[in-house]
């Protein structure tokens, strides 16, 4: 049995566990705020859930481990200064940007980047949080902590935000999984639809773009891409070095998760293009106490994280194989009202985006 460590014990440890079990891999979440030191083996291998994490005797011990998988790429990608560096460096296509430095003025970011522009926050921050908006209008001005911390983006008149889950081995076989449209709420993912037809036209750039940095980074594992679709034209917004949210529809929409894709990856197993099994929705919980009654809904399958409940938390998410528009009217219908007022929004995108 091949023994996977992985550096943090959410949702998404305890998905790549699940995906391990089917393969006779034993998988092994460790929290990243143990103390206890994880008593691991020469041969056995490491893999985070996370691209960033605090320095506890856990961690340490996974992070210095020899057969922590992409040791190099971690500090890379985590820090968005130089996760922008290495798209400039292979010419892919990403919002004009400017390093927010102790010298650069606002006045200066606005000539470069225009009148809106977003600041991020180069370590941390995620579902829209380490962001601070710069409006010329009204004289916004750049947090004195975050200079030589953050970076600069032009604002995107985007017209959808989508994303591609690529998987890469070893000896650099490569597989892709369709493109994904994706609709945040307040900085986080609220929902997902795959595969889409109309976006068919655009799987082949974002698999180039995608693959130019797997093969760069001699990746190994599960990789996200994150864009915004301007046109036809495909923007990277952010990469994650890891399992992700905007694949969880692959649970239930295709024959190979992302999380066994992961694990067969890192363990050395063969890697396949996945076959898809229909259009398939995901619905994250956010701040929702559990409602057993989500169980009788045709095709809802249900994750819960076992969380403590608190306001905008993801504690779950629902996974929905409609196969077709028609077959998921009835599922919508059911699920909306069991859900909070506000996702009324979120089930008319779902609606307007499944339209044959």
């Not at 130089?82 to 430095?101: F, G, M």
Request: net charge negative; proline share 6%; hydrophobic share 40%.
């Amino acid at each position: 049995m091949t023994t996977v460590w992985i550096l943090g014990a959410g949702q998404l440890g305890a998905m790549l566990k699940h995906a391990g079990m089917p393969l006779n891999i034993e998988v092994r979440p460790v929290a990243l705020d143990s103390t206890e030191i994880p008593l691991t083996d020469s041969d056995d291998l490491v893999t985070p859930e996370i691209e960033h994490w605090p320095e506890t005797p856990a961690t340490q011990a996974l992070a210095s481990h020899n057969n922590l998988v992409n040791r190099s790429v971690f500090g890379l990608l985590a820090d968005r200064l130089s996760q922008k560096q290495l798209l400039d460096k292979l010419n892919l296509a990403t919002a004009p940007w400017q390093q927010v430095d102790s010298h650069i003025g606002e006045a200066d970011l606005h000539a470069k980047l225009g009148e809106r522009v977003l600041l991020k926050q180069c370590r941390g921050g995620y579902d829209g949080k380490g962001q601070h908006w710069l409006r010329q209008s009204d004289n916004s001005q750049i947090p004195p902590q975050w200079r030589n911390a953050a970076i600069a983006e032009r604002a995107i008149p985007f017209d959808e935000e989508v994303s591609v889950i690529g998987v890469r081995d070893a000896k650099g076989n490569t597989a892709f999984y369709p493109l994904v449209l994706n609709l945040h709420v307040n900085g986080t993912l609220t929902a997902s639809i795959a595969p889409l037809d109309r976006l068919a036209h655009l799987q082949n750039q974002a698999e180039t773009m995608l693959s130019a940095i797997l093969h760069d980074l001699n990746y190994v594992g599960v990789m996200a891409m994150e864009c915004f679709r301007v046109g036809d034209t495909l923007l990277v917004n952010e990469l994650a070095p890891r399992v992700h949210n905007s694949g969880h529809w692959t649970q239930a929409g295709c024959s190979i998760s992302q999380f066994e894709s992961h694990l067969r990856a890192v363990c050395g197993l063969p890697i396949l293009a996945p076959t898809t099994k229909g259009l398939t929705l995901m619905v994250n919980l956010l701040g929702c106490e559990r409602d057993d009654r989500w169980l009788e809904i045709p095709q809802a399958e249900l994750w819960w994280y076992g969380k403590d409940v608190r306001p905008g938390r993801k504690v779950g998410h629902i996974n929905l194989c409609i196969g077709s528009a028609a077959r998921g009217k009835q599922s919508l219908a059911a699920l909306a009202p069991l859900l909070p007022p506000w996702y009324a929004d979120v089930f008319a995108w779902i609606r307007t985006n499944i339209k044959p």
